[in-house]
């Protein structure tokens, strides 16, 4: 869920509040069994952040590496997510149309649609959808891995641990893995 300090953050950043101070920093390391996570910050403390991620990773038995140490393993892409039963569209129909409008790629799964696209087409296709009436339950540009770690279910609870902790530290604002869920 999204952080309620991130949102009152970017309500104070509207109104012009002083909040040129925060930094946008990027963390890459390791989680259990050698997932790979990317946790992107923003604050207005870069020692305090750095601190607080590092001292979730070592408690989870995980490790922070230096920037660019697993980023090479993901790309940026913009993921639009559809429930198929909120869908107007047909699946082919939906997959016609998210490709005909620039879209990289599209999967159907059990409960819902998912188109990807290069970063720089996102606002397009996820406008030319919007326009169709579609609604989305998810879209925004992300980090998706290019490989994925299995976990058993003791490194899968390690691993949920972990993301949690990083999602309750008030400057993340995003958290990124390679594990397979």
Known sequence: GVNREIIDRAINKAKGG?????????????????????????????????????HVFDKAGG??????????MFSQKGVIVIEKENCKLSEEELMMQA????????????DVYEITTAPSDFSS?????????????EASVQMVPSTTVALDEHGAEKMNRLIDNLNDLDDVMNVYHNWEE
Request: glycine share 10%; charged share 30%; hydrophobic share 35%.
């Open 18 to 54: 002083s909040d040129e101070n925060y930094d946008f920093i990027r963390y890459e390391g390791y989680g259990p069994n050698g997932v790979a996570l990317i946790v992107e910050a923003s604050t207005d403390n870069r020692n305090r952040t750095a601190a607080d991620v590092r």
């Open 63 to 72: 490790n922070l590496g230096t920037t660019g140490c697993v980023s090479y």
């Open 99 to 110: 490709l005909e409008f620039g879209a990289e790629d599209f999967e159907a799964d059990e």
């Open 125 to 137: 296709v996820r406008e030319q959808l919007e326009n169709l009436g579609l609604e989305f339950l």
